[in-house]
């Protein structure tokens, strides 16, 4: 599934192409994804005004001047491809500026999702209401983590994938931000400490920035809207590595939690 890098990536890239420009044409080619498209969208956005993007968590955003925002998941395997040169059967969703770009949303296996949602009312919109703070904004600190953890046994690592905790955190770029911050994956959130959670934050900053400038990570069927393949994949420390030897001259290992893979070094994580 595209994490918070692949989506900030497309969000971007579609940026370029959108933001200021009037929707000239809309498309819809099925009557669904993961669940039915809006009834309405067509009309809503059609002659539409692109007044910026956005994204939340794992949604991008295209906010219009109609006070209706259109948010989009990418599921397990959509992209947008952007002046497209032939259709494909794939193409579930067109969008036609009045500057003629054309940008196609594609989704073979059809895992993912398009609303429309009243502007205003984004912060309270169902997948949005309980969200937990931006890992890239001011609201993630060490404090916000430490009272989130307080008491609790869990292991670290999951909680963090707890989406009202930190808002678009996955599963490789937990296990990257462990690494960096030299926290095991295992340990129960309560009992870290917050010299600990004082490294995490920037860690998990890091990788999530370095993810982006680096158009993300390619797993399956993820591609940018310009078509290129993520390139993180190569920078990864830990993730995917179990067996192969880390640069503190332990051994990455792997185990499973909450029917997940982690990877971690029990040498230099603690």
């Known amino acids: 599934m595209p994490e918070l890098p692949e989506v900030e990536t497309t969000v971007r890239g579609l940026a370029r192409f959108l933001e200021g420009e009037r929707i000239a044409r809309v498309a819809v080619n099925r009557a669904d994804l993961r669940r039915p498209f809006p009834l309405d969208l067509v009309q809503v956005l059609t002659g539409a005004r692109v007044t910026a993007l956005g994204r939340r968590a794992k949604y991008g955003l295209i906010h219009t001047d109609r006070d209706q925002t259109m948010v989009f998941h990418l599921g397990m395997s959509g992209r947008w491809r952007i002046e497209p040169e032939v259709p494909d059967k794939h193409d579930h969703l067109v969008l036609e500026t009045g ?5 196609a949303l594609n989704d073979a296996r059809r895992f993912g999702s398009v609303d429309l949602v009243p502007t205003a009312g984004l912060d309270t919109w169902g997948p949005f209401a309980a969200l937990g703070p931006e890992p890239l904004g001011e609201d993630l600190t060490p404090q ?12 670290i690592k999951q909680l963090l994938l707890d989406q009202t905790i930190v808002a678009g955190l996955g599963n490789i770029y937990v296990c990257e931000a462990l690494f960096r911050a030299h926290i095991r994956p295992d340990k129960e959130a309560g009992k870290v400490t917050l010299p600990a959670l004082t490294r995490l934050v920037p860690a998990i900053r890091e990788v999530l920035n370095e993810s982006i400038a680096a158009g993300g990570s390619t797993i399956r069927d993820y591609a940018q809207p310009s078509g290129e393949l993520g390139y993180f994949a190569a920078s990864w420390q830990v993730y995917g ?30």
């Open 144 to 155: 916000h983590l430490r009272l989130a953890f307080q008491n609790r046994i869990a292991p």
């Open 241 to 270: 590595r179990a067996g192969q030897p880390c640069a503190c001259g332990g051994t990455v290992a792997r185990l499973v939690q909450g029917g997940r893979s982690t990877f971690w070094c029990p040498a230099c994580q603690k």
């Open 99 to 103: 500057a003629g770009h054309v940008l």
